[in-house]
C-alpha cells in the first residue's frame, strides 16, 4: 500500500481480555518494527522484523507481549491478559530493509489501545 | 485523535518567524540522527535526517545542526506557518536498526 496502515485505530478493552494489533507495512519493505507511545513520551522501541523472523524482541516488557510476522509482510502485535499499564498508542514502521542510515521509518498512525 | 504528550516541554512562536528545537542525545557511539514530526491522532512523520560525519544538513526551510563535542542536536525551521505546529521528536542510533526518540518538544504557532 501507499503508507503504513495500522488497525483498529482505537481498541478498548477490560483488563485481563487479550487483544491484536494488526500493521500492514509499505510492500516490499522487509524491516517492520513496532514501538509503543505513552502520553507525553516518545516511542519506544519493542521488536523489530527482518523478513519473517523477529530479528530482536529485547524491548517486549514481559511475556505477555508477542509479536508475528508469519508471511513477512502483515505483522501482528498480540497482548495477553492485558493490564491497565498496558494502556498506550502501539505504532508500526516499516522500511526498505533495516540498515540504519540507509532507510528511514515510515511510521503509521497507531493504535491507540485503553485498558479499563 | 489522541492529543500525544500532554506534558511536553512547548516552544511557542509567532507566525513567520524562526524556530529552534533542541534535542540532547544520550549515546556518543550514535552515528545517524533523525528529526520526527508528530501531529495528533498520527504517526511521527520524517523531518530530516543527518549523519554523524556531517554538522549540518538543510531540507526545505529546514536545517539540522550537529554537535557531537556536547552530543546536541537541533532543528531549525524557517518562516514558522501554523502547519508547523506539532510535537518534535529527535531519534538516534549507534548504527542499528534500534532507534532510540527523545521525549520530544511541542511547537505552536501563535498566528
Known amino acids: 500500500g501507499a503508507g503504513v496502515s495500522q488497525t483498529p485505530s482505537n481498541k478498548v478493552t477490560e483488563k485481563g481480555k487479550y487483544v491484536e494489533l494488526r500493521c500492514d507495512p509499505i510492500?516490499?519493505?522487509?524491516?517492520l518494527y513496532w514501538y509503543r507511545q505513552s502520553l507525553g513520551q516518545g516511542p519506544e522501541f519493542l521488536i523489530y522484523f527482518q523478513g519473517t523472523g523477529a530479528a530482536d524482541d529485547s524491548g517486549l516488557p514481559n511475556d505477555r507481549f508477542f509479536a508475528v510476522r508469519p508471511e513477512g509482510s502483515v505483522s501482528t502485535l498480540k497482548i495477553q491478559r492485558t493490564e491497565r499499564g498496558d494502556s498506550a498508542v502501539y505504532l508500526c514502521?516499516?522500511?526498505?530493509?533495516?540498515?540504519?542510515?540507509?532507510?528511514?521509518?515510515?511510521f503509521g498512525a497507531g493504535s491507540r489501545l485503553t485498558v479499563l | 485523535g489522541e492529543s500525544v504528550g500532554l506534558h511536553l516541554p512547548t516552544l511557542s512562536v509567532q507566525e513567520g518567524d524562526n524556530s529552534i528545537i533542541n534535542c540532547a542525545y544520550s549515546n556518543s557511539a550514535s552515528d545517524y540522527f533523525i528529526w520526527y514530526k508528530q501531529e495528533s491522532g498520527k504517526g511521527p512523520q520524517f523531518i530530516i535526517d543527518?549523519?554523524?560525519?556531517?554538522d549540518k544538513r538543510q531540507g526545505q526551510r529546514v536545517t539540522v545542526l550537529l554537535n557531537k563535542t556536547v552530543k546536541h542536536l537541533s532543528l531549525q525551521i524557517a518562516a514558522t506557518q501554523p502547519g508547523d505546529s506539532a510535537v518534535y521528536f529527535c531519534?538516534?542510533?549507534?548504527?542499528?536498526?534500534?532507534?532510540?526518540f527523545g521525549t520530544g518538544t511541542r511547537l505552536k504557532v501563535l498566528a
Open positions: 531519534a538516534e542510533t549507534p548504527g542499528t536498526y534500534k532507534y532510540i
Open positions: 510492500s516490499g519493505h522487509t524491516a
Open positions: 514502521a516499516s522500511s526498505l530493509d533495516g540498515v540504519a542510515g540507509a532507510n528511514v521509518l515510515t
Open positions: 543527518i549523519r554523524s560525519n556531517m
